[in-house]
């Protein structure tokens, strides 16, 4: 399933299918079972409430512009995560990253229990 360009109050979810977005705003909540998720994001940081991404059996990837301010949380049961922020401040385990991104800002909440979540900025 492929989003771009919606603001609003966003559900989706998927089942054996991966989960691509890109350019979304608002109170936002994507789920997958047996599948992956990336996301695009962009501007300065999160345009809405609440950004949530959930995960079983699949690994995760998201990207942001360089200087995106977000408070971002992600944790995985069976894998590992990889973030390449600049000035963070965080608390990491092989398993979990709690950090916020630039001066902070909104949550992005990233959870999946089967999978690798990386995250990369451009």
């Known amino acids: 399933m492929k989003l771009a360009s919606l603001e609003g109050d966003i559900r989706a979810q998927?089942?054996?299918?991966?989960?691509?977005v890109s350019?979304?705003?608002?109170?936002v909540h994507l789920t997958t079972t047996n599948g992956s998720a990336s996301g695009v994001l962009d501007g300065g940081t999160w345009r809405g409430g609440e950004l949530a991404v959930r995960s079983?059996?699949?690994?995760?990837?998201?990207?942001?512009?360089?200087?995106?301010?977000a408070d971002v949380i992600t944790?995985?049961?069976n894998g590992d995560?990889?973030?390449d922020f600049p000035n963070r401040r965080y608390g990491q385990s092989p398993n979990s990253l709690d950090t916020s991104v630039e001066r902070g800002?909104?949550?992005?909440?990233f959870d999946t229990t089967n999978g690798h979540i990386g995250s990369t900025t451009n």
């Open 14 to 20: 998927t089942s054996n299918g991966s989960l691509s």
């Open 23 to 27: 350019n979304l705003s608002g109170n």
């Open 56 to 69: 079983t059996n699949g690994s995760m990837r998201v990207q942001m512009p360089f200087g995106y301010s």
């Open 75 to 77: 944790r995985t049961t």
């Open 81 to 83: 995560v990889s973030g």
């Open 105 to 109: 800002g909104p949550t992005l909440d």
